[in-house]
């Protein structure tokens, strides 16, 4: 790990992958030192808002809303891709395979993405259901609230109604909200009754969580675009984290954090699945730049997950026949986070913390 602030962009006789690292811890390190400590006091007393108003709001798309929408239009482009919706599902199975067990290691893989209920591979970078499905039994009880502020095509969403919790889903695209709104239409009693279940989903911007009041969820499960790699939107959707440079996006991920920390309850936990990259044939830790961003905001680290990614692995035909000086990026980090209690000692936490200076 290269400490924050120890080197500069284009110094002479860096290898790539160096420089560009070295950029990223820079760029999520912006704040002065004596902002940061600021900004962390505020987060730990839950009271952060400096950075809310710049942008946009949380705006409710209900049942009615997406009625309209489908009346006129039976499909939408989100990265280039065409998903269908409006049309009534034809569901087979409301559950994973019966051979399914809960994850018990800190290296997950699933042999298929998952396709029970309205789940779909259709949306470009969509996260497995297999991922929220473990982390909602894991880290809530039913009648839990949980938010996804980049809910996408809603797979968090729909594994919360399959398991009898509250849900929140926040996407900056208006499209994609309705992507999830459409995977949300089906009848389903979950085997666990809990009184009043609901599932709303808002179009905002997960740094402006302003209809969220302060320490009311219970567990955070997201999975963020990866600085770049898949644009989501067009060039209509102001503010798109997908559509930003990687140091930019880290900046931004750094304010999400600090949204995640203020609407969490103490002592809970907030999930985020990311990976890395590829430029000029060297790697690009995007997760590790994340995983400062949320430590630097009060988190600490409960879990570093390895999710193996299978799509990689089982379409080994694209590669066949070419030689590469690199290995194929085949895995993922799902970081969990856990939101110390208001006065916990946590001397003994100081090296799952934020352990670089100011």
């Known amino acids: 790990m290269v400490p924050l602030g120890t080197c500069r962009p284009n110094k002479p006789n860096d290898q790539a992958g160096e420089t560009c690292f070295s950029y990223i811890i820079i760029s999520i390190n912006a704040l002065t030192r004596s902002q940061a400590q600021s900004r962390r006091m505020s987060l730990q007393q839950g009271s952060v808002t400096d950075a809310r108003?710049?942008?946009r709001g949380m705006e409710l798309v209900d049942v009615s809303d997406y009625r309209k929408f489908v009346s006129v239009r039976d499909r939408v482009v989100i990265g280039n891709v065409s998903v269908k919706i409006g049309k009534p599902w034809s569901i087979k199975e409301y559950s994973p395979p019966q051979e399914y067990k809960p994850e018990d290691s800190t290296v997950w893989s699933f042999p298929t993405l998952g396709d029970w209920a309205t789940h779909s591979g259709n949306y470009r970078g969509n996260w497995s259901p297999y991922i929220p499905r473990n982390l909602i039994n894991k880290y809530?009880?039913?009648g839990g609230l949980v938010l996804d502020q980049m809910c996408g095509s809603g797979t968090t969403l729909v594994e919360c109604k399959l398991l009898g919790r509250n849900g929140i889903g926040v996407d900056i695209n208006p499209d994609a909200v309705m992507v999830a709104r459409d995977r949300l239409n089906f009848d389903y009693l979950p085997?666990?009754?809990t009184d009043n279940v609901s599932i709303r989903t808002y179009m905002g911007d997960a740094r402006n969580m302003d209809k969220i009041k302060n320490e009311t969820i219970d567990l955070v499960a997201t999975h963020p675009p990866y600085a770049g790699i898949i644009h989501y939107t067009g060039q209509y959707v102001p503010d798109d984290l997908s559509r930003l440079k990687l140091p930019e996006y880290l900046a931004a991920m750094r304010v999400v954090a600090a949204e995640s920390y203020r609407v969490?309850?103490?002592?809970?936990?907030c999930a985020?699945?990311?990976?890395d990259t590829r430029k000029a044939r060297h790697y690009i830790p995007i997760s590790i730049g994340v995983l400062q961003a949320f430590l630097s905001v009060g988190y600490t680290l409960k879990e570093d997950i390895i999710h193996l990614q299978q799509r990689a692995m089982r379409n080994p035909q694209k590669w066949r026949g070419r030689s590469f000086d690199f290995y194929l990026l085949g895995h993922s980090h799902i970081y969990v986070f856990r939101k110390p209690k208001i006065g916990e000692d946590l001397s003994k936490l100081k090296h799952s913390r934020m352990w670089w200076s100011g």
């Open 53 to 55: 108003p710049s942008y």
């Open 140 to 142: 809530t009880s039913p």
């Open 191 to 193: 085997l666990e009754r």
């Open 264 to 269: 969490l309850k103490p002592d809970h936990y």
């Open 272 to 275: 985020v699945l990311i990976g």
